[in-house]
């Protein structure tokens, strides 16, 4: 699995040495010169990029116009579509619309798995297959998760509820071993321990070590046991972090994996 962690302004440059690729937020590259800038450097260097639709970020996809814009600018290796939190026709709406617009060769579409239960998720990953998509991503946090799992602790069951979900997919056959997987965000980081076994996991992405360093949660051996409360959203331009827990958490975070 190769991994991106999302990172304040300040740890944009440092970012290169401990993410295996970048994962880019559309609405930032218009917000802030020096993240438009490293991106740009960061491409002409010849960095493998994912760029994001900031569902996560903005509680909407970012303005179509503007991710056209920065899709044909910058070209990423990878665009993850418009979809719509835990709302599965809306999300393949977009997903059958994205499909047959003319984007960079070179960019590879992702579509997202939106499910309310188990049955939306089958319909949803069987459908961006039969349009044609070469990869799709499984969100963090959707509720339906918690069915799949009778855990105590919400975050953990959220974490296992995925994981129940994608074995599920698999078992049955809907996901097969070619296939290209993107996991969006985590709850715990142990979690990504769990998919192993799984050779279709190809990318995750989460600033999970980021905001434990923010809260001053230092990552105990087998992970965390909540969700760290920070938010990128209001940590964008901070430059207070205790760079030895950082280092301490990244670190953590690449044991656990292996």
Known sequence: MKISHEVPICLLEDSLDFNDYQYCLPHLLDQDEDYKNFFYKAKQQGVYIIMDNSLHELGHAYDRSRLLYWINELKPNEFIVPDVWQETNASIVNAKEWINLELPKEVTKVAVVQAKNFLDAVLCYQTYKDLGYQKIAFSYGAEYYLEHSSHPNKNLAKALGRIEVISRLYNIGIIQPTDRVHLLGCQVPQEFSWYKDMPFIETIDTSNPIMATLDGIQYGRNGLTDKPKANMND????????????????????????
């Open 235 to 258: 940590h964008f331009y901070t430059t207070n972090l205790d760079y030895n827990l950082l280092d301490w958490n990244l670190r953590m975070f690449r044991k656990l994996l292996k």
